[in-house]
């Protein structure tokens, strides 16, 4: 009995970038399939904007490949790339002069012929999304007039609109409050789990773990740890990549695996010693 092998809806193997004689990535591969959530995690500078925004394609890498469902990106047609893949970055950008509702009919670019205008299916698919990420009451508003989280989730909700095979988000969750966070999150992992894919940049360790199905840690341009979250979210691993010492365990109420930090490495190993650590 054999069993069958999925292709990877969006993977990459060996990738490097390199700008102006700084390495921010280093061979780094990882597979993304249908269904899953994959977290990528690591501290300021580890290159996880970097790996995002290579593999949305908006910069180029020093080396490696790329594949979507199995294909390289070279034999992927640019429009059909600009479908399949929506990039939300970290920082949302103000666009002047545009209603919320006119920049998440934004999303339905791709999928429109030149010249062409939004028609009633597209703003019904853009109200959708707009409800899923409760900014439909933002609607006649422009983005300049919306707190950061509140323009966040705009951004979203216009990649969502595009309706891409695979979503794309850096650090979605940072400047959300509580609620909005968790909402996120879930309807990220949902929507993935309806059959597309999503990569997501994230600092929170524990909405990592509770939400994500994969992980990626990275460090200094590296993958030093990959799997499921309870193989990944060590102790060792969080020292590692961190410089911070942590105990790990299940949250009683949830389940998920949740972490605890206790301090610096240097401070937790100076006070050990006897030594007052500042």
């Known amino acids: 009995m054999t069993t069958a092998v999925r292709v990877a809806s969006l993977s990459v193997e060996g990738l490097t970038y390199t700008i102006q004689g700084k390495r921010l990535l280093d061979s780094v591969s990882?597979?993304?399939?249908?269904?899953?959530?994959?977290?990528?995690?690591?501290?300021?500078?580890?290159?996880?904007?970097?790996?995002?925004?290579?593999?949305a394609g908006v910069i180029e890498p020093s080396?490696?490949?790329?594949?979507l469902d199995g294909r390289t990106f070279r034999k992927v047609p640019p429009r059909e790339r600009a479908r399949a893949i929506a990039l939300v970055p970290q920082v949302a950008p103000i666009v002047h002069g545009f209603t919320c509702l006119e920049l998440v009919l934004m999303g339905r670019y791709p999928h429109m012929g030149r010249f062409q205008i939004e028609g009633a299916t597209d703003e019904n698919i853009a109200r959708q999304t707009m409800r899923l990420t409760d900014t439909e009451q933002f609607a006649e508003r422009t983005l300049e007039t919306l707190s950061g989280g509140e323009r966040q989730r705009v951004f979203i909700a216009r990649a969502l609109a595009q309706q891409p095979r695979v979503l794309l988000l850096d650090e979605p969750t940072a400047n959300l409050d509580i609620l909005h966070q968790l909402r996120v999150l879930g309807f990220i992992r949902q929507w993935a789990r309806d059959g597309a894919?999503?990569?997501?940049?994230?600092?929170?360790?524990?909405?990592?773990?509770?939400?994500?199905?994969?992980?990626?840690?990275l460090s200094e341009g590296r993958v030093i740890a990959a799997g499921k979250p309870?193989?990944?979210?060590?102790?060792?691993?969080?020292?590692?990549?961190?410089?911070?010492?942590?105990?790990?365990?299940?949250?009683?109420?949830?389940?998920a695996l949740t972490l605890s930090l206790l301090g610096p490495s240097d401070g937790i190993s100076a006070r050990r010693n006897g030594v007052r650590a500042y």
């Open 197 to 217: 894919t999503a990569i997501a940049a994230v600092h929170d360790l524990n909405m990592a773990a509770r939400h994500c199905d994969f992980l990626v840690l």
């Open 63 to 67: 080396n490696g490949e790329r594949y």
């Open 230 to 255: 309870e193989d990944v979210l060590t102790a060792e691993n969080v020292r590692h990549a961190y410089g911070v010492e942590s105990v790990v365990y299940r949250d009683p109420h949830t389940g």
């Open 30 to 55: 990882l597979r993304a399939e249908q269904g899953e959530l994959v977290g990528v995690m690591g501290p300021n500078g580890a290159g996880k904007s970097t790996l995002l925004r290579a593999l």
